[in-house]
C-alpha cells in the first residue's frame, strides 16, 4: 500500500505538474483571508471553484485519495431548491496545471481525467451517495448551488447519513445565521481511516467521518455558546470504534457536536499534523488599541 502511494505521488507531479496549495484566487472564502495552518502532505491541492466565470469556493483536493480533504465557504443560503437534473463536472486544472479554465461536464471523461480524478461512473452502485462537503442548500444563487456539484466537492456518503443526521446538522447552521451579524465561514472535511482504507470502484476512498466548523466573528446575545466558533464530527462508518464519536443511535451515524479547539486536537492527530489552527486567532477579530494598556 506504502509503495503504490508513494508511486502515485510520483506519478501526480511528473504528468500533472506542480502540485499546490495557492488559494489567492479565492482567499476571500477564508477568514481574515488566511487559510488553515499546519495541513500539509504530497498531494493536495488547491481548487479555486471556477463557474459561470466567478469563483464560489474553495477546495484541498486529495489527488492521492480522489476526495476533497475540505471545501471552505460562505454560508448565505439563497432562496430556491436543490438544483435539478444538474450534471456532476469534473475538474480539467487536475489533468494539466497549464489549463486555467474552471469546472466543466464530460459526459464521457477521457483517462486522463479518470487518472487524476474521480469521475462519476465511480459513484455509480456502490452503494454510497454523493456526499457534499460545500452543499448546494448553504449557497445563494443558483449558479453557487450548481457550482457545488463539481465532484472535486464530492466524496463517498452513506445514504443514511448524508440524508439525516448530516442534513439535520446543515439546517441548524443555516439556522444561526441569522444571529450571525457578519459573515460566517465554514470548512467542511473528512477524515481518512487509520488502515485499510476502503475504496469504491477501486479508486475512490470512503471517508471514516465527516467533520465541519465554522467562523462567525460578531454575533447577537442569545447563543453563545455556539459562537464565535463551532465544531462537530459525523459517523460516516456506523461501525467506527468510538475513538472520537460514541455510537449512541441504533443506525450508529452519530453527529458529536464540540468546540473548536477539540476538533483541532482530534484533526492533528488522525492527519498525522504538528500544529492545527482553522481560523485565525480563532476567529476573534483583532482590535487596535492606542496608548498603553
Known amino acids: 500500500m506504502g509503495f503504490f502511494s508513494s508511486l502515485f505521488r510520483f506519478i501526480s ?31 493536495y491541492q488547491a481548487l479555486c471553484q471556477y463557474y459561470e466565470s466567478q469563483y464560489h469556493f474553495a477546495t484541498l483536493y486529495d489527488r492521492n485519495r480522489r476526495i476533497p480533504l475540505f471545501s471552505a465557504y460562505i454560508l448565505r443560503p439563497g432562496e430556491g431548491s436543490r438544483p435539478k437534473n444538474t450534471n456532476w463536472m469534473i475538474e480539467p486544472r487536475l489533468v494539466s ?29 456502490s452503494g454510497y ?26 466524496v463517498p456518503q452513506m445514504e443514511k447519513f448524508n440524508n439525516g443526521p448530516w442534513k439535520i446538522l446543515e439546517e441548524s447552521m443555516a439556522k444561526r445565521l441569522e444571529v450571525c451579524t457578519s459573515k460566517m465561514y465554514v470548512i467542511t472535511g473528512v477524515m481518512p481511516y487509520v488502515n485499510d482504507e476502503p475504496t469504491i470502484n477501486n479508486r475512490v476512498t470512503v471517508p471514516e467521518y465527516f467533520w465541519t466548523a465554522y467562523c462567525c466573528p460578531t454575533f447577537t446575545a442569545g447563543l453563545q455558546n455556539y459562537f ?14 468510538d475513538d472520537i464519536v460514541k455510537k449512541n443511535t441504533e443506525d450508529g451515524h452519530d453527529v458529536m457536536e464540540m468546540s473548536l479547539e477539540d476538533l483541532e486536537k482530534i484533526l492533528q492527530k488522525r492527519l498525522k499534523m504538528p500544529k492545527m489552527s482553522l481560523f485565525k ?10 496608548g498603553f494598556g
Open 129 to 154: 451517495s454523493r456526499g457534499h462537503l460545500a452543499p448546494s442548500g448553504h449557497q445563494q444563487t443558483e449558479e453557487d448551488k450548481k457550482a457545488t456539484f463539481t465532484l472535486t466537492n464530492i
Open 13 to 43: 507531479v511528473l504528468f500533472y505538474g506542480k502540485i499546490t496549495t495557492d488559494f489567492k484566487p479565492c482567499i476571500e472564502f477564508f477568514y481574515a483571508k488566511t487559510i488553515p495552518q499546519g495541513i500539509s502532505g504530497d498531494g
Open 97 to 125: 496545471d497549464k489549463v486555467n479554465t474552471g469546472m466543466k461536464y464530460q459526459k464521457h471523461p477521457d483517462q486522463n481525467v479518470k487518472n487524476s480524478q474521480a469521475v462519476n461512473e465511480d459513484y455509480r452502485n
Open 228 to 241: 464565535p466558533t463551532f465544531a462537530a464530527v459525523g459517523r460516516n462508518d456506523p461501525n467506527s470504534k
Open 281 to 290: 486567532n480563532e476567529c476573534k477579530e483583532e482590535k487596535s488599541f492606542f
